[in-house]
């Protein structure tokens, strides 16, 4: 089976060298899962792999006005990034019409088993390439992370007004797209009667573990001196990010550590706040190796998402399974979208106050290290094993092949 990727993604190689030079200043969730769900697609056809991607950039990031296009391959796969103007409207334009042709010219062989699966979040790429699988008949599978107009909407609010007004129109006119694709990968179940109203094909993928975390090992002896527990990922307030840090100083206690790593509406504060507390180190936006080290260094990993807005059922934190293929044990609130299979490899905060994060904090961090271990290698194993991107990889690629039938034999 040949496969058309359509994401926002870049290769590794691509991204580092953008992040190195400031072009790219923050590492976006889905490069992450996009990459890691190309390569396990990857390891499952013995097609051809082309992902059509546009660059994470914007344009308050790099003054550069105009990207050439591109093409590299990787681990037999293409990646083409098309040509853009960094600027509103013309970078659509260009994206959209460059992938349509692109599209047109991977997808036109009519004795070749192909199909396209795009994430619908980089509209203007997703909607060339669906035109396209429209134009020659081929399958176009749409993947899920966000509900437009639902899983942003807290974030949202703490916008300016101009940019709610753009935000809000830019996902009206997404919505009227969203279920136009023949088939969809949704993070949660909940995501299908939003986003699915004609009830077409659909799997529940709830996300992977990278598979390459087999060869990391997490030693207790190399953990920090201190008692480390860390958070990573976007630091906004109406992610739970604030209460974590309260409750961590309720706490008081000498002998812990509280590391930080990321960005968002909570920075300033949290700027002041490590100034001030020694125990409370905030290191910013840093390579993703670089994160991933430092969680294998702590004794807790904490995703403190409060789970009372109702865009919550919509998704799966890629941090979940990030912080369990880690080997470091992870506290997490009660997640509506997290399977109850994973409920054994994790511990569970029910109370979301700043009291009850502090309560669970200590009740977690007064067992013994040894005990902490072994609680993340039990998760570590679990989702390395069943959750790992070849895995789920393969899954999507059997659904492909049963609903749209004999074709893909």
């Known amino acids: ?113 192909s199909v396209a699966i795009c994430d619908i979040l980089t509209k203007s790429n997703s909607t060339g390439a669906r035109l396209a699988c429209r134009l020659l008949k081929k399958p176009c599978v749409g993947i899920v992370t966000d509900v437009p107009g639902h899983t942003s909407g807290a974030r949202r609010k703490t916008l300016p007004k101009y940019q709610q007004y753009i935000f809000n129109l830019i996902e009206r006119i997404s919505s009227k797209n969203v279920d136009k694709y023949d088939a969809y990968l949704f993070l949660t179940e909940a995501m299908n009667k939003v986003v699915n109203p004609k009830n077409k094909p659909h799997i529940v993928i709830e996300g992977h573990s990278d598979i390459k975390m087999r060869q990391k090992v997490n030693l207790l002896e190399n953990k920090n001196d201190k008692i480390t527990v860390l958070y990573s990922g976007g630091i906004h307030k109406e992610f739970g990010i604030e209460v974590l840090v309260k409750a961590f100083m309720k ?19 949290l700027e002041i706040l490590s100034a001030k507390n020694a125990s409370i180190r905030y290191f910013g936006v840093v390579e993703n190796a670089k994160v991933v080290e430092a969680q294998m260094k702590a004794h807790l990993l904490v995703n403190p998402r409060l789970t009372g807005p109702e865009y919550i059922k919509y998704s799966f934190p890629s941090k979940n399974m990030e912080y369990m293929a880690s080997g470091t044990p992870m506290l997490t609130t009660r997640l509506p979208g997290m399977p109850l299979e994973y409920y054994d490899y994790v511990y569970i905060v029910d109370d979301e106050s700043v009291e009850g994060f502090c309560s669970a904090l200590t009740s977690v961090l007064s067992q013994s290290k040894s005990t902490l271990h072994e609680k993340g290698k039990k998760a570590n194993k679990f989702v390395l094993e069943n959750k790992n991107n070849v895995t789920q990889s393969s899954r999507l690629i059997r659904f492909i092949e049963c609903v749209f039938g004999q074709y893909y034999k």
Not at 88 to 98: A, E, M, T
């Open 1 to 113: 089976m040949d496969i058309l990727y359509i994401s926002g993604m870049c290769s590794e190689n691509k991204f580092d060298v953008y992040f190195q030079a400031g072009i790219i200043k923050k590492l976006p969730q889905s490069q992450k899962y996009h990459h890691l769900l190309i390569e396990g697609l990857r390891e499952n056809t013995r097609g051809r792999v082309l992902a059509i991607s546009s660059y994470p950039v914007k344009r308050s990031w790099a003054k550069k006005i105009f990207f050439w296009a591109q093409t590299e391959s990787i681990h037999e796969i293409t990646y083409r990034y098309p040509f853009f103007f960094n600027m509103p409207i013309l970078r659509q334009i260009c994206l959209g019409v460059s992938s349509f042709i692109y599209s047109i010219m991977f997808l036109r062989n009519k004795n070749k088993n």
């Open 251 to 269: 706490a008081n206690n000498d002998d812990w550590e509280l590391h930080i790593y990321g960005d968002g509406n909570y920075k300033d504060e």
